[in-house]
């Protein structure tokens, strides 16, 4: 049925085509796990093919040959665990001949190998990740240079000879005889600051320390961030094998676990510290490392990472692979906060409702529109529902709401109390927080599905309450949710949400929008960029968010004097391919010629502090003529060349002639802008 050559030529077409698997020039190669999300056509010729053949044991890959109707079933026991397998058996079906071929290279000498496992699975995969991050590393390496020198085992060891390299699981380490002999000065590597750590102001600034709460700082350094939470009343100590030795390790609601493993040059001690401040952890544990934002940093000079300068050590991690290290060591899944920066909460409905929290957007409670002489008697005590119903999007249950038996007494129930809210105010906005709030929950469940997904009875009895009352049940909102997350696959509909959006500013393939925007933008485009953000975490300097249209990408930008700056440079970016998550980070160098930012006014919300400046400039700029060309302004020195031509120059955020200007030109532009002006006020 399947070993015609029409046929064929279709099978070798859609292998051709296929988004799963590793392509080859001469066939397509998948993990077994991964048949179910390949093309129907291709699921039934592997079925097909399953028929001829007699095997218990359940092989690993699947290789669709293309230059005969033939399959091939690859074992490889050790996919798992080791980071190059190595092939035990095959069995090849011919489906013209309906022949078996059986194959053992178990007693190989030199068996072939397995290189980048991650292309062989599906995303879902459980060690997608990890295979991912070792691939990234050999790259970063130059181990996978000249992939037909490195198929066979004797071939690849002779490569990692070469580069003095070898493996501790799916880790890359160095191999040196020399290592044990080296003296780490680690205590070096103890910074004092001035300010809270990052990730401790973080954390205070995520309302982590409730009243009462305890701290304790495991590998505290010099002490300041223990010192400056004991100087908020709060309970504080903190550990350290050089400063503070002395000290009783001991339980905390926070503990913090700063840039600590990632100067511990043994992979034991690492984990051994990681495992000990988590058991210290009460409630939620804070842990920090150094990660890769430079290609140069990527290079292994001892261990599994790097000997400064000050003889101290640095594993730098890549972002996916810090997630990875914490969630396999702890049995966790932690929630990232900023690069390198996570949260791991004791308590899983905790958890779940923190997560919640970040994908809350911004709502005001609706104003009073019309007179109600009922309403004005009773607004004092109306106003605690009317709070509440902005937060929730719903009305409180009977245990939620402090004012609840007040209400009740005096309005016979909490809907009778809603109504006389409704009749002085929009009943449209009260439905538009139920929507808005309906769609923050969509996002949240939405992001859930990447990682473990709660069960309903691991959310908080708040998030429970939401649920039941904006959705009906739990299995609604997942599958709300789903079809959302599913519709950001297709392209073509986030490209129509990011040209219809009220928001950002819309180039041709992109959406630019400022970071204080985002909780305003359309659900999907908000459940787009969370998609980035829920492994990366969205880098604390970055303020402007550019949205790919065509392809599934997002990009954080950096530009430091983002209000200050008329026209800010872009200092850092950093994209992320949604893909695979593979983040490309760039630096522009500020005395080069760096990208600058124009219409700012259009990447904000009106109710931004400097919206008006910030549009008054911009309308004065379209005066004047200088925006028209934006491949030329695109750059420092492209739009210093515009604003001369133009004789113009900036004043803060004002535009002004030139002192040196020609006269002619000078009333050539002058002309141009009363006809704008005019233009506009037609």
Avoid at 89 to 108: G, M, P, T
Wanted: net charge neutral.
């Amino acid at each position: 049925m399947v070993c015609r050559l029409p046929e064929f030529s279709t099978i070798t077409a859609t292998c051709q085509k296929s988004r799963v698997g590793k392509l080859l020039p001469d066939a397509l190669y998948v993990h077994i796990s991964a048949i179910v999300h390949l093309d129907p056509l291709l699921q039934a010729y592997e079925s097909e093919a399953r028929k001829s053949i007699d095997c218990d044991e359940l092989a690993t890959l699947v290789k669709f040959s293309f230059d005969k109707p033939s399959l091939s079933y690859l074992f490889y026991p050790e996919f798992d665990s080791d980071p190059h397998p190595a092939l035990s058996a095959s069995i090849q079906v011919d489906l013209v001949k309906q022949e078996v071929k059986r194959r053992d290279y178990s007693n190989a000498e030199n068996p072939f190998i397995l290189h980048r496992k991650e292309t062989f699975v599906a995303s879902d995969y459980p060690h997608y990740q990890q295979f991912a991050a070792l691939t990234r590393q050999e790259e970063a390496l130059g181990l996978l240079d000249n992939p037909r020198g490195i198929g066979t085992r004797l071939a690849w060891e002779k490569r990692l000879a070469e580069y003095r390299v070898a493996f501790d699981g799916h880790t890359i380490v160095q191999r040196s005889h020399q290592s044990s002999q080296v003296k780490i000065d680690r205590h070096k590597a103890a910074i004092s600051r001035n300010d809270f750590s990052k990730p401790v102001r973080l954390a205070l600034e995520a309302g982590l320390f409730s009243t009462g709460a305890t701290f304790f700082d495991y590998g505290c350094g010099q002490g300041g961030d223990m010192e400056r939470i004991a100087k908020l009343g709060y309970d504080s100590l903190g550990w350290d094998p050089y400063y503070r030795p002395d000290t009783e390790l001991a339980e905390a609601d926070v503990v913090n676990l700063g840039y600590i493993i990632n100067v511990i040059e043994s992979q034991t001690e690492r984990r051994e510290a990681l495992i000990k401040a988590w058991a210290l952890t009460r409630k939620v544990l804070i842990v920090a490392a150094q990660v890769l934002i430079a290609q140069g940093n990527s290079q292994i000079a001892f261990g599994d990472g790097v000997i400064t300068s000050r003889n101290t050590f640095q594993k730098y991690y890549d972002q996916e692979e810090l997630k990875l290290y914490i969630d396999q060591v702890l049995g966790v899944d932690a929630v990232p906060i900023a690069l390198g920066i996570y949260f791991v909460f004791r308590d899983e409905a905790q958890a779940q409702s923190f997560r919640a929290s970040r994908f809350r957007s911004r709502v005001s409670v609706p104003k009073v529109q019309l007179q109600n002489k009922r309403f004005e008697d009773y607004k004092e005590m109306l106003t605690p529902l009317m709070t509440f119903f902005t937060d929730r999007g719903r009305l409180p249950t009977l245990e939620e709401l402090p004012e609840t038996e007040a209400l009740s007494a005096e309005f016979g129930s909490l809907r009778r109390a809603f109504q006389i809210v409704l009749q002085a105010t929009n009943p449209q906005e009260w439905d538009a927080i139920s929507d808005r709030r309906r769609q923050d929950l969509l996002v949240y469940l939405a992001l859930s599905h990447f990682d473990r997904r709660p069960k309903l009875r691991d959310l908080s009895p708040v998030i429970q309450t939401d649920i039941k009352s904006l959705f009906g049940g739990y299995q609604q909102a997942c599958t709300a949710a789903d079809l959302m997350l599913l519709s950001l696959g297709n392209l073509d509909v986030v490209a129509e949400r990011c040209q219809r959006s009220a928001i950002g500013k819309k180039l041709a393939n992109s959406l630019w929008v400022h970071v204080s925007a985002i909780k305003a933008l359309d659900p999907l485009l908000r459940l787009y960029e969370g998609c980035a953000s829920r492994t990366i975490g969205r880098p604390e300097e970055a303020n402007v968010i550019k949205f790919h249209c065509r392809k599934p990408k997002i990009t954080y930008l950096v530009y430091p004097n983002f209000d200050a700056d008329p026209h800010p440079a872009l200092y850092t970016s950093m994209q992320i391919d949604l893909r695979d998550l593979h983040v490309h980070y760039r630096d522009h160098d500020p005395n080069e010629n760096p990208p600058v930012l124009h219409q700012k006014d259009l990447l904000v919300m009106p109710e931004y502090p400097n919206y008006e400046k910030f549009a008054k400039l911009s309308r004065q700029e379209e005066d004047w003529g200088l925006l028209e060309d934006w491949r030329r302004i695109s750059d420092r020195r492209g739009w210093r060349s515009c604003l001369e031509e133009h004789c113009a120059e900036l004043k803060g955020h004002r535009v002004v002639w030139r002192k040196d200007a020609d006269p002619y030109r000078v009333k050539l532009v002058r002309s141009t802008i009363r006809a704008k002006q005019a233009e506009r006020k037609s």
